[in-house]
């Protein structure tokens, strides 16, 4: 049976905005995060992280590094992340896995049964809400991260700009609850 998923960005959205974090002692989860994730997961969505991590590509940071933060994420959100995906190309790569390009969406797809019909994409930047728009699913922007920022720079309007990670989950949930209960 398909699922509904929120597809999340990592940096400034989960967690603290932190340029280039390549160390776990640098990782700051969210207090709002742990909640709204177990929120999701109650609410029978996926949870899957869509994350651009060009510093492995600029040599910041290796994979081994960047797995090593995914695992620390898993164990502060409980193992609340279905996936993480992630880009390590340059933007300048043209890569498909680059968001706002669909590669990682279409990879979440060929792993999970997804109910894109019902899905979101969360995040704090620009790109977030055009990868969004281009796989079709709901956008939120969060004004945490670089989220402030980028708004005045969105080439279209997300569905919904709120103020963190939390905030959007609970809108999320509700408007589905209020779908379901017509």
């Known amino acids: ?38 929120r999701l997961k109650d609410n029978g969505y996926l949870v899957i992280v869509l994350t651009n991590q060009s510093g492995i590509a600029r040599g910041k940071y290796t994979e081994a590094d960047m797995h090593a933060i995914h695992d620390q994420i898993q164990v502060e959100l409980e193992g609340g992340i279905d996936a993480f995906y992630y880009c390590p190309h340059l933007p300048s790569a043209e890569c498909r896995c680059r968001k706002p390009n669909l590669g990682m969406i279409e990879s ?8 894109m019909s019902r899905s979101w994409m969360i995040g704090d930047k620009s790109l977030d809400v055009e990868i969004a728009k281009n796989a079709g699913i709901g956008s939120v922007l969060v004004l945490t991260g670089y989220g402030i920022k980028h708004r005045p720079l969105l080439a279209e309007e997300p569905d919904l700009v709120v103020e963190h990670f939390g905030t959007a989950v609970e809108n999320i949930v509700s408007s589905s609850a209020a779908l379901a209960s017509n």
């Open 108 to 115: 979440a797809q060929a792993e999970f049964e997804i109910d």
């Open 1 to 38: 049976m398909k699922r509904p998923a929120v597809f999340v960005d990592r940096d400034g959205t989960l967690i603290e905005e932190v340029n280039f974090l390549s160390r776990v002692e640098d990782l700051r989860v969210f207090p709002f995060t742990a909640s709204a994730i177990k």
